[in-house]
């Protein structure tokens, strides 16, 4: 069992920026791939962005395209998500997941998740 946890949500302006981290003690962490998906109530989980595991390929949801970057650190066993110029479209509760299948933007296909972190835009 792959433990995640998720911090660095909060309430943030539109126009401003954000970086939520997902931490995990696994040891393996770097033979996974990880996503980053969000929630709002009444809705479906929705894909925002993934990365692999050695080349570091990342992909995108269009809605953040050139404002939101994932990155990972293997050495903190951490995944990043920096989230810049946000909109209150935006508000949602964001997850981290890992999966040891090629990166993929399924939440289905992940295996582990986070308990997700509050991301609020509102002025």
């Known amino acids: 069992q792959v433990h995640l946890v998720e911090s660095g949500g909060g309430l943030v302006q539109p126009g401003g920026s954000l970086r939520l981290s997902c931490v995990t003690s696994?040891?393996?962490?770097?033979?996974?791939?990880m996503g980053w998906f969000r929630q709002v109530p009444g809705k479906e989980r929705e894909f925002v962005a993934c990365?692999?595991?050695?080349?570091?390929?990342?992909y995108y949801t269009n809605s953040v395209e050139g404002r939101f970057t994932i990155s990972r650190d293997n050495a903190k066993n951490t995944v990043y998500l920096q989230m810049n110029t946000l909109k209150p479209e935006d508000t949602a509760v964001y997850f981290c997941?890992?999966?040891?299948?090629?990166?993929?933007?399924?939440?289905?296909?992940?295996?582990?998740w986070g308990q997700g972190t509050q991301v609020t835009v509102s002025s």
């Open positions: 997941a890992a999966t040891r299948r090629t990166s993929t933007r399924f939440a289905n296909e992940y295996e582990f």
């Open positions: 696994e040891r393996t962490f770097r033979v996974y791939s």
């Open positions: 990365i692999s595991v050695n080349d570091f390929l990342t």
